[in-house]
């Protein structure tokens, strides 16, 4: 039938959720038994989101290929099991880089360069995926950052205009807006929708499909005052409401007719409605799991968006296990050796968690060595998991200034170091290993427990410095041992202590891979030992 194209914006205020409209729309097309994937394009000018806090933007989350991606990417992941890879993440910077590059080697032959339409090309291109080899999808869809009349996002929209003319039928596009409701008035307003569409009308893109986004219900009278100021068909306006939970999002649209009413746009027979049954027992199963589960999340960012994937792995890990996992963020930097036990008490387990830097760190130890030494379960992920082994060098081993050379170069015992191959590389980001790693698996240690049968994983990373082999010996005679290995290099990606209950550090991070429909074994695994 040729690839479709469906293209997502949104208008009002950002914020409103597209990325999750995108992936439930990627859900319920590939329900149909539709080969689908979605694409994001975020109209900054950095290259990725690998050097913006996560104040800014929260989590980075990476591809297999070892792209630094917008956290969209995860909900699309998570909703449709795909893999994306770093066609699936674009910036203005990287489509301006990559004109500037070629106009740098002289490939436009003098040409004067400018946004339309050689920027414009160059995004048309990425949006039809060119630059993709061996690819057979029956739908792209393409989820543009932002929101309407944005300076930003100007050129992306001019590309969507141009490629509705040239695609006709194969391309679609969703708009999502947002209807308040004003609480003195009591009444719901469509004016700021009707301004949203006008301007999308006004850049020439007239919207097949509006979503509105609403904290009430909205009655048919509503529905049909959008449709008609819209020029939108009726059961073309469909409403977002908020959902107890993300993932009853696809059902509600589903229930709604979005995937239908974008296939008799497209002009394809519509077919019956598919069950979703595993999707559908998720939900059920969610929908029972009362029982409350609290986490302790060790972190320094106190924001909801910072550490979204290990959120959300821990979310469908309890679910699976029957409980409600309920998180409790604990800042690091307030963390104390006197006030430990008061800032972990019920908590069933512990996660440490990543990132970059040195503020917050000694508190992420402490909990570590709190953790161990009262046998609470306790999951350290990637700089949680070089705590983890500095904490243990410290109060196991006897070296009390040990420490990682990325926290202290003059460290004698610098138990977490960088490797030797990656010493001389000093450009942001360069430095990083990056992307999906095979990792063999130590045979009846409880890592292996949790991802049996397989002996050999592949996982993905994000960090620079690693587990320093020259006292991998000591550890193991201590104690803590080296469960998971990369094959190639030797490097260690996973420690444990066997003779707790579950006190394991993995240097990558295994939430990037967890789906609602395959939670991740080693959540699974640490949600059990928490119950």
Same mark, same amino acid.
């Given at each position: 039938?040729g ?21 439930? !729309? ?22 990725? *989101? ?17 792209? =630094?991606?917008?956290l ?14 770093r ?11 990559t ?6 080697r ?16 160059? $995004? ?7 630059? /993709? ?18 300076? =930003? ?55 097949? $499909?509006?979503?509105?986004?609403? =904290? ?15 020029? /939108? ?34 002009? !394809?027979?519509?077919? =019956? ?53 309920? $998180? ?36 992420? /130890? ?10 609470i ?68 240690s409880r ?35 080296? /469960? ?11 420690v ?13 991070h *295994? ?21």
């Amino acid at each position: 039938m040729g690839t479709k194209y469906i293209f997502v914006t949104g208008g009002v205020v950002s914020s409103l959720g597209k990325g999750i409209i995108s992936a439930s !729309i990627g859900k319920l097309l590939q329900a149909r038994g539709y080969k689908v994937t979605i694409q994001k394009f975020d109209p900054y000018i950095n290259i990725d *989101p690998g050097t913006l806090n996560p104040y800014e933007h929260g989590e980075c989350y990476v591809t297999e290929d070892g792209m =630094e991606t917008d956290l969209d990417l995860g909900h699309y992941e998570r909703f449709t099991g795909i893999r994306t890879t770093r066609h699936n993440s674009i910036t203005t910077g990287r489509i301006y880089k990559t004109v500037i590059d070629r106009e740098r080697r002289g490939d436009y032959l003098g040409k004067t360069i400018q946004v339309v339409p050689h920027i414009t090309d160059e $995004i048309m291109r990425r949006m039809l995926r060119e630059d /993709v080899q061996d690819e057979e999808l029956d739908f792209v869809i393409t989820e543009v950052g932002g929101t309407i009349g944005d300076i =930003e996002s100007a050129p992306f929209m001019e590309a969507i205009r141009q490629l509705r003319w040239e695609l006709g039928r194969d391309a679609v596009s969703v708009h999502l807006t947002y209807v308040p409701y004003l609480k003195a008035a009591d009444e719901l307003k469509t004016k700021p929708t009707q301004h949203s569409v006008k301007e999308l009308q006004g850049l020439g893109i007239q919207p097949d $499909i509006l979503v509105l986004r609403t =904290e009430r219900h909205l009655d048919d009278h509503i529905r049909m005052k959008v449709a008609s100021f819209c020029n /939108v068909d009726l059961e073309c306006v469909v409403q977002s409401e908020d959902m107890p939970s993300i993932y009853e999002v696809p059902v509600n649209m589903q229930r709604q007719g979005l995937d239908a009413a974008i296939l008799r746009k497209i002009g !394809i027979p519509v077919g =019956e409605t598919p069950s979703m049954k595993s999707w559908n027992n998720f939900l059920e199963k969610q929908h029972h799991a009362s029982k409350e589960l609290h986490i302790g999340l060790v972190g320094k960012y106190d924001l909801q968006d910072a550490y979204k994937s290990i959120r959300e792995s821990l979310n469908l890990a309890g679910i699976y296990n029957d409980v409600k996992a309920k $998180i409790h963020f604990v800042n690091s930097e307030d963390i104390t050796p006197t006030n430990v036990a008061e800032k972990l008490a019920g908590m069933a387990g512990v996660i440490i968690c990543p990132g970059f830097g040195q503020r917050g760190i000694e508190g992420k /130890v402490v909990a570590a060595q709190y953790t161990r030494t009262h046998d609470i379960p306790t999951f350290g992920i990637c700089l949680g998991m070089q705590m983890m082994v500095i904490e243990f060098a410290r109060n196991v081993l006897g070296y009390e200034d040990a420490n990682s050379a990325e926290m202290n170069p003059e460290t004698p015992h610098n138990v977490i170091d960088m490797m030797e191959e990656q010493k001389n590389i000093t450009q942001m980001g360069g430095t990083m290993r990056l992307g999906a790693y095979d990792c063999a698996l130590v045979e009846g240690s409880r890592a292996w427990e949790a991802y049996r049968p397989s002996l050999l994983i592949k996982e993905r990373h994000r960090h620079r410095y690693e587990f320093n082999n020259a006292y991998k010996s000591e550890y193991e005679a201590a104690g803590m041992k080296s /469960v998971g290995l990369n094959p190639d290099a030797d490097l260690v990606e996973i420690v444990e202590v066997p003779s707790l209950k579950w006190y394991i550090g993995t240097q990558f991070h *295994p939430e990037y891979a967890s789906t609602v429909l395959h939670p991740h074994p080693l959540f699974m695994s640490f949600v059990k030992a928490c119950i």
